[in-house]
């Protein structure tokens, strides 16, 4: 049971950081579609904020799991 949680909160973790990834790339690539975010380094900023907290769940999963 133990790997089988350790496993799921592994792929919350990859599957948040995708997320987030795809609305950096998003925002890169289509800056037209995100009209609602009037400050889009700010809002940038902030994905990549999520992207490395999630980062970070992971890599004390590994080291200390």
Same mark, same amino acid.
């Given at each position: 049971?133990?790997?089988?949680?350790?496993?799921?909160?592994?792929?919350?973790?990859?599957?948040?950081?995708?997320?987030?990834?795809?609305?950096?790339?998003?925002?890169? !690539?289509?800056?037209?579609?995100?009209? #609602?975010?009037? /400050?889009? $380094?700010?809002? *940038?900023? !902030?994905?990549?904020?999520?992207?490395? #907290?999630?980062? /970070?769940? $992971?890599?004390? *999963?590994?080291?200390?799991?």
């Amino acid at each position: 049971m133990r790997e089988e949680i350790l496993q799921a909160l592994k792929n919350t973790f990859e599957s948040h950081i995708g997320w987030h990834i795809m609305n950096v790339n998003i925002m890169l !690539d289509k800056s037209v579609g995100v009209a #609602e975010h009037p /400050d889009t $380094l700010q809002t *940038l900023e !902030d994905e990549l904020q999520k992207i490395s #907290e999630y980062n /970070d769940k $992971l890599e004390v *999963l590994s080291k200390y799991f």
